[in-house]
């Protein structure tokens, strides 16, 4: 069935240009929003946690912002198992790469923190081709093998490298000599809340993922936060900041802190940009943590 979606459906649809693929957009916001109500009572439960300032209309005004921004990531993820390396480069362009730069000249690899905010499948993707450094991100590998197999291969056309979560310590260690920069998600909702870091983080009790501390520390890679800026429909800017060059003369939780507070920051600046449809918040702090 998903073989039969993706050649009858998907892959013409990526055929078109986006400018047409926005007017899909516009039907689907309807169709989500209106029509099936698609995950309101999460988003509007994450919303109303994370802004307890705010009243209910204004929490409404920004739903309504946040899923027409969402359907129209979605679309332009379907553009991009078509989309050429000229027109990615042109709609997603990194900022600053003389920061990767920096870091190649003094053969410094990186782990990149970033979060499920506005299009983070096409900086992922975008981030590659205009930058020193070889990109790996780790991923959640889809149930269905062939949509994966699919979405390895389009996402990988220019040089990401998708790697499953369950084998990052492979990418380490298979990549040591190599000048890599590594991509955590670092927004998930942790699979162990007894393994995670906890915090506050908008307004609530958040287990936050080890991984990306756990990881820079013990491989000493430069730790830098990756943010996206939404310029107008379908175009962006990639910018990095580096968060630590010395991960290693961290304190534990110290940089785990660093990328959330940036996280929270970007998303308090602009909240319609963030993934509020997924369940985030669906750990309880453990006694004595």
Same mark, same amino acid.
């Given at each position: 069935?998903?073989?039969?979606?993706?050649?009858?459906?998907?892959?013409?649809?990526?055929?078109?240009?986006?400018?047409?693929?926005?007017?899909?957009?516009?039907?689907?916001?309807?169709?989500?929003?209106?029509?099936?109500?698609?995950?309101?009572?999460?988003?509007?439960?994450?919303?109303? /946690?994370?802004? @307890?300032?705010?009243?209910?209309?204004?929490?409404?005004?920004?739903?309504?912002?946040?899923?027409?921004?969402?359907?129209?990531?979605?679309?332009?993820?379907?553009?991009?198992?078509?989309?050429?390396?000229?027109?990615?480069?042109?709609?997603?362009?990194?900022?600053?790469?003389?920061?990767?730069?920096?870091?190649?000249?003094?053969? /410094?690899?990186?782990?990149?923190?970033?979060?499920?905010?506005?299009?983070?499948?096409?900086?992922?993707?975008?981030?590659?081709?205009?930058?020193?450094?070889?990109?790996?991100?780790?991923?959640?590998? &889809?149930?269905?093998?062939?949509?994966?197999?699919?979405?390895?291969?389009?996402?990988?056309?220019?040089?990401?490298?998708?790697? @499953?979560?369950?084998?990052?310590?492979?990418?380490?260690?298979?990549?040591?000599? /190599?000048?890599?920069?590594?991509?955590?998600?670092?927004?998930?909702?942790?699979?162990?809340?007894? /393994?995670?870091?906890?915090?506050?983080?908008?307004?609530?009790?958040?287990?936050?993922?080890?991984?990306?501390?756990?990881?820079?520390?013990?491989?000493?890679?430069?730790?830098?936060?990756?943010?996206?800026?939404?310029?107008?429909?379908?175009?962006?800017?990639?910018?990095?900041?580096? &968060?630590?060059?010395?991960?290693?003369?961290?304190?534990?939780?110290?940089?785990?802190?660093?990328?959330?507070?940036?996280?929270?920051?970007?998303?308090?600046?602009?909240?319609?940009?963030?993934?509020?449809?997924?369940?985030?918040?669906?750990?309880?702090?453990?006694?004595?943590?």
């Amino acid at each position: 069935m998903s073989r039969i979606a993706y050649y009858l459906f998907l892959k013409p649809l990526s055929l078109l240009p986006l400018p047409v693929l926005f007017r899909f957009s516009d039907v689907l916001y309807v169709v989500l929003y209106h029509l099936l109500g698609w995950r309101k009572k999460v988003v509007y439960g994450n919303m109303s /946690r994370s802004f @307890p300032e705010k009243s209910e209309q204004e929490i409404r005004r920004l739903m309504r912002a946040f899923y027409r921004h969402l359907c129209d990531v979605m679309v332009e993820s379907i553009r991009m198992f078509s989309m050429s390396k000229e027109e990615l480069i042109r709609r997603c362009r990194v900022k600053n790469p003389e920061l990767f730069e920096k870091y190649a000249a003094e053969g /410094r690899n990186i782990v990149i923190a970033a979060g499920h905010y506005n299009n983070w499948e096409m900086a992922g993707v975008g981030c590659g081709p205009q930058v020193a450094h070889d990109d790996l991100a780790l991923y959640k590998p &889809l149930s269905d093998p062939f949509m994966d197999a699919r979405l390895r291969a389009s996402r990988g056309r220019f040089g990401l490298e998708l790697i @499953p979560t369950k084998s990052a310590r492979r990418a380490f260690e298979d990549y040591t000599d /190599r000048l890599t920069a590594i991509l955590f998600g670092a927004d998930q909702s942790p699979s162990n809340p007894k /393994r995670a870091y906890w915090t506050t983080f908008l307004n609530q009790d958040t287990a936050v993922m080890y991984g990306t501390e756990k990881y820079a520390r013990e491989y000493n890679y430069v730790v830098v936060f990756g943010h996206t800026v939404k310029l107008r429909r379908g175009y962006y800017t990639l910018e990095f900041s580096t &968060l630590t060059e010395h991960p290693q003369q961290t304190a534990a939780g110290e940089i785990s802190e660093m990328h959330t507070r940036a996280l929270e920051k970007i998303i308090l600046d602009n909240p319609q940009y963030w993934l509020w449809t997924h369940k985030r918040w669906k750990h309880k702090r453990p006694e004595n943590m």
